[in-house]
Nanobody, 114 residues
Framework: VQLQASGGGLVQPGGSLRLSCAAS????????MGWYRQAPGKQREFVAL???????TYADSVKGRFTISRDSAKNTIYLQMHSLKVEDTAVYYC?????????WGQGTQVTVSS
């Protein structure tokens, strides 16, 4: 599956942003879809995960502020981000897992700065 992430941008601390990740095919056949991020000079880290049965998992650092969701009709998942902090600045990547195969999107930059 091919993934296309979008929605990044520049936002002030405390602001909100919604990222989208559009898949080339039906997301109902995917085992998991998720979001990761990579800040400059740091390793890529897990942000949020959505299973095909609708269960969600979040990193402690974003719990209560970020929400992962999906629109199966649009083959798209979203990451709604609220109360953004400077430390949320990173390139955000979506991924998908299907039968052990992992696919990655190209990444979208999120910059939180005053």
């Amino acid at each position: 599956v091919q993934l296309q992430a979008s929605g990044g941008g520049l936002v002030q601390p405390g602001g909100s942003l919604r990222l989208s990740c559009a898949a080339s095919g039906s997301i109902n056949s995917l085992n998991y879809m998720g979001w990761y991020r990579q800040a400059p000079g740091k390793q890529r880290e897990f942000v949020a995960l959505l299973s095909n049965i609708g269960s969600t998992t979040y990193a402690d650092s974003v719990k209560g502020r970020f929400t992962i969701s999906r629109d199966s009709a649009k083959n798209t998942i979203y990451l709604q981000m609220h109360s953004l902090k400077v430390e949320d600045t990173a390139v955000y990547y979506c991924n998908a897992v299907q039968s052990g195969v992992i696919s990655w999107g190209q990444g979208t930059q999120v910059t939180v700065s005053s």
